[in-house]
């Protein structure tokens, strides 16, 4: 479940064979945390479609690649203002070999570069920000033969120690591969001020051979990446093993097109688990149910889930098991149309998909008709498990024609995009003030004392925005309108940032949890130690 008091806006960069899962798991988790997602295409308009691409290892000397899913583009590219988003996202694939030659493409991400927004690009999309002259200077991994360019562009590469890595460096997070989604989405959310609650939920996958691609992925990276812990069982396998998936896609037929999808991995091993151990159960879709349902283990599972009354959230085919469980009885579902006849058989009263992507929740049981509702359908399961993401606002007034003239400018060590008007809320999400206390004393105080203030959050920390050119130039500008400039803790950075401490007496605070790092940062600035 999404806390929307300050509502996020971001930009997917895709292009015709891009990896399906750095795509549309991205998409469709940043959708259910209650983000605003546009996903455009140069020379595309909403509307139109992107090829994708499945991308995995071989036994051969690089990966093989097979048709995915035809992903569905809801924005228009020409139309698209960097300045009306809160963040950028570059899935890999084949398609950023050539958006890194396209002029609009790299103008682009520039604009997102030099304004200090968050960029997140995984695999080769890398190749994008080398070609905008994005990386220079900054610590970056992606997928390894990714790596020359970024050293060639002025990177500092970080080789990655598994398919999983990311690396973040200011407003820049760089992932290997999709299978380091769950970090990589996290990461980006809490860049454009997310905080995560309800943590540590702990949930069961039911799987099976040639369980809907999506359906599995989805869910299992978007539900990892709010620190769930996400176990993936199949019958008569164990931990290690793999599940094929399936691709199930609409392109104009009276039923579903199939093609082969990604290898799944399994995490745990069916007959070792404890079902009392878990909070949810999710049964994705695809071919899987229709022989899961025959398994006397898997009914057994399925009851003592529904029986407890914890979370069960199903897809599409998936309540064919329900069905067969004889669970649904008296209880208000959906699924995929081809499954009305065992719903309905089944007791339950049948709620249409109408549209397609339509989820429903009765109680503890969250059912969808397919993988187009995932937003919602991981949205519902959420809500059960209570777990939050939540994009608070910080202070009290922001105004886009900061100036170096103005009367008083506060500059917070905050996240987030707060509108006029909007007030404080505690940063680390525990409930109290303590992570906030040491900005929002100089307001109050000045305040009181009559002094006009205009109380500015430039959306990042200052780790982050001292890198931003317009703070640079707020904080050159402010001696010459001899203006006084107070700067507290890691504030510090943006002064070294904008080449103000030369020469200059300076002190720092270090508590037991800051780094010497800001230190030996202003020593080399030029700034006299105290």
């Given at each position: 479940?999404?806390d929307?008091?300050a509502?996020?806006?971001?930009l997917?960069?895709?292009?015709d064979?891009?990896e399906?899962?750095?795509?549309m798991?991205p998409?469709?988790?940043?959708?259910a945390?209650?983000?605003?997602?546009?996903?455009?295409?140069?020379?595309?308009?909403?509307?139109?479609?992107?090829?994708?691409?499945?991308?995995?290892?071989?036994?051969?000397q690089?990966?093989?690649?097979?048709?995915?899913?035809?992903?569905l583009?809801n924005?228009?590219?020409?139309?698209?203002e960097?300045?009306?988003?809160?963040?950028?996202?570059?899935?890999?694939?084949?398609?950023?070999e050539?958006?890194?030659?396209?002029?609009?493409?790299?103008?682009?991400?520039?604009?997102?570069?030099?304004?200090?927004?968050?960029?997140?690009?995984i695999?080769h999309?890398?190749?994008?920000?080398?070609?905008a002259?994005?990386?220079?200077?900054?610590?970056?991994?992606?997928?390894?033969?990714?790596?020359?360019?970024?050293i060639?562009?002025?990177?500092?590469?970080?080789?990655?120690?598994?398919?999983?890595?990311c690396v973040?460096?200011?407003?820049?997070?760089?992932?290997?591969?999709?299978?380091?989604?769950?970090?990589?989405?996290r990461?980006?959310v809490?860049a454009?001020?997310?905080?995560?609650t309800?943590?540590?939920?702990?949930?069961?996958?039911l799987c099976?051979d040639?369980?809907?691609d999506?359906?599995?992925?989805v869910p299992?990276?978007?539900?990892?990446?709010?620190?769930?812990h996400v176990d993936?069982?199949?019958p008569?396998?164990?931990?290690?093993?793999t599940?094929?998936?399936?691709i199930?896609?609409?392109e104009g037929?009276?039923?579903?097109?199939e093609?082969?999808?990604?290898?799944?991995?399994?995490t745990?091993?069916?007959e070792?688990?404890?079902a009392?151990s878990y909070?949810a159960l999710?049964?994705?879709?695809?071919?899987a149910?229709?022989?899961?349902?025959?398994?006397?283990?898997?009914?057994?599972?399925?009851?003592?889930?529904?029986?407890?009354?914890?979370?069960?959230?199903s897809?599409?085919?998936?309540?064919q098991?329900?069905s067969a469980?004889?669970?649904l009885?008296?209880?208000?579902c959906?699924?995929?149309?081809?499954?009305?006849?065992?719903?309905?058989?089944?007791?339950?009263?049948?709620?249409?998909?109408?549209?397609?992507?339509?989820?429903?929740?009765?109680?503890?049981?969250i059912?969808?008709?397919?993988?187009?509702?995932h937003?919602?359908?991981?949205?519902?399961?959420?809500?059960?498990?209570?777990?939050?993401?939540q994009?608070?606002?910080?202070?009290?007034?922001?105004?886009?024609?900061?100036?170096a003239?103005?009367?008083?400018?506060?500059?917070y060590?905050?996240?987030?995009?707060?509108?006029?008007?909007e007030?404080?809320?505690?940063?680390d999400g525990?409930?109290?003030?303590?992570?906030d206390?040491?900005?929002?004393?100089?307001?109050?105080?000045?305040?009181?004392?009559g002094v006009?203030l205009?109380?500015?959050?430039?959306?990042?920390m200052?780790?982050?925005?001292s890198?931003?050119?317009?703070?640079?130039?707020l904080?050159?500008?402010?001696?010459?309108?001899?203006?006084?400039?107070?700067?507290i803790c890691?504030g510090q950075l943006?002064l070294?940032?904008?080449?103000?401490?030369?020469g200059?007496?300076c002190?720092?605070?270090?508590?037991y949890?800051?780094?010497?790092?800001?230190?030996?940062?202003?020593?080399?600035?030029?700034?006299c130690?105290?």
């Open positions: 479940m999404a929307n008091k509502k996020r806006s971001v997917l960069l895709c292009g064979y891009m399906e899962y750095e795509a798991v998409f469709q988790a940043l959708l945390y209650g983000v605003a997602v546009d996903a455009v295409c140069p020379g595309k308009k909403a509307g139109d479609v992107c090829r994708t691409l499945v991308q995995e290892g071989s036994v051969h690089t990966n093989q690649e097979s048709p995915g899913h035809n992903f583009l924005a228009t590219f020409d139309e698209t960097a300045r009306n988003y809160d963040g950028l996202v570059i899935p890999g694939g084949r398609a950023p050539y958006l890194a030659a396209n002029e609009s493409v790299l103008d682009l991400v520039r604009k997102f570069s030099n304004s200090g927004k968050p960029i997140a690009s695999c999309g890398q190749l994008i920000l080398a070609a002259d994005s990386v220079k200077g900054r610590k970056c991994t992606a997928y390894p033969s990714v790596g020359p360019v970024l060639a562009a002025g990177a500092h590469w970080v080789e990655p120690e598994s398919l999983s890595a973040v460096d200011g407003n820049i997070i760089t992932g290997a591969t999709y299978k380091g989604n769950p970090e990589f989405i990461l980006f809490k454009i001020g997310g905080t995560i309800g943590l540590a939920k702990r949930i069961l996958f099976g040639y369980m809907e999506y359906e599995v992925t299992s990276q978007s539900l990892q990446a709010l620190e769930c993936a069982v199949c008569k396998k164990k931990a290690g093993d599940c094929p998936t399936a199930h896609d609409f037929d009276q039923t579903y097109s093609k082969p999808g990604h290898t799944f991995a399994l745990a091993t069916f070792d688990i404890d009392s909070d999710v049964i994705p879709g695809g071919r149910p229709e022989y899961l349902a025959l398994n006397p283990k898997v009914i057994a599972l399925v009851k003592e889930f529904m029986e407890s009354r914890k979370p069960v959230a897809m599409c085919y998936g309540q098991i329900l469980a004889g669970v009885k008296g209880k208000k959906t699924a995929n149309p081809a499954v009305k006849l065992n719903v309905v058989l089944s007791g339950a009263t049948w709620l249409e998909p109408d549209p397609i992507d339509s989820c429903f929740t009765d109680g503890n049981l059912t969808g008709a397919a993988w187009l509702g937003p919602e359908f991981i949205s519902q399961l959420m809500a059960l498990l209570d777990v939050k993401v994009f608070y606002v910080l202070c009290g007034q922001v105004s886009c024609g900061i100036d003239g103005m009367t008083s400018v506060l500059i060590h905050v996240v987030g995009k707060p509108e006029m008007g007030v404080l809320r505690d940063r525990g409930g109290d003030d303590s992570g206390r040491g900005e929002m004393v100089p307001f109050q105080a000045l305040h009181a004392y006009a205009t109380a500015c959050v430039p959306d990042r200052p780790e982050m925005f890198r931003q050119p317009s703070i640079k130039v904080v050159i500008r402010s001696p010459s309108f001899w203006k006084a400039i107070a700067a890691h943006i070294e940032a904008s080449d103000f401490v030369k200059r007496k002190m720092l605070s270090i508590p949890h800051t780094a010497l790092w800001d230190l030996y940062v202003l020593v080399d600035a030029g700034a130690w105290g």
